[in-house]
């Protein structure tokens, strides 16, 4: 079983970045596809950006490409996201989350969650 730790995060300015990292402890991290989304209050958890086991294919969300970047660490049992450029609208919780299988964009997919951490991106 995989249990998700989050750290990074807080206040930052527009145009400035941030990194977000999801520490994985389990023996089946390195095995799983990894995803992370986003929710404001009210609207339903927003898919960010996701990526495979072995690291070699990303996806991500249409108002994050070209900003953000999903990468991990299977070594170390760690994702991060990346997020350059960030915009008052990125504002949210983040969760990083550990795929079952599925549709990487759907959050039906992923098993396991972190505990959400805020990011707040001030105009």
């Known amino acids: 079983q995989v249990q998700l730790l989050q750290s990074g995060g807080g206040l930052v300015q527009a145009g400035g970045s941030l990194r977000l990292s999801c520490a994985a402890s389990?023996?089946?991290?390195?095995?799983?596809?990894m995803g992370w989304f986003r929710q404001v209050p009210g609207k339903e958890r927003e898919f960010v950006a996701a990526i495979i086991w072995s690291g070699g294919v990303t996806y991500y969300g249409d108002s994050v490409a070209g900003r953000f970047t999903i990468s991990r660490d299977n070594a170390k049992n760690t994702v991060y996201l990346q997020m350059n450029s960030l915009k008052p609208e990125d504002t949210a919780v983040y969760y990083c989350?550990?795929?079952?299988?599925?549709?990487?964009?759907?959050?039906?997919?992923?098993?396991?969650w972190g505990q959400g951490t805020q990011v707040t991106v001030s105009s």
């Open positions: 989350a550990a795929s079952q299988g599925g549709y990487y964009r759907q959050s039906t997919s992923y098993d396991t």
């Open positions: 389990g023996r089946t991290f390195s095995s799983r596809a």
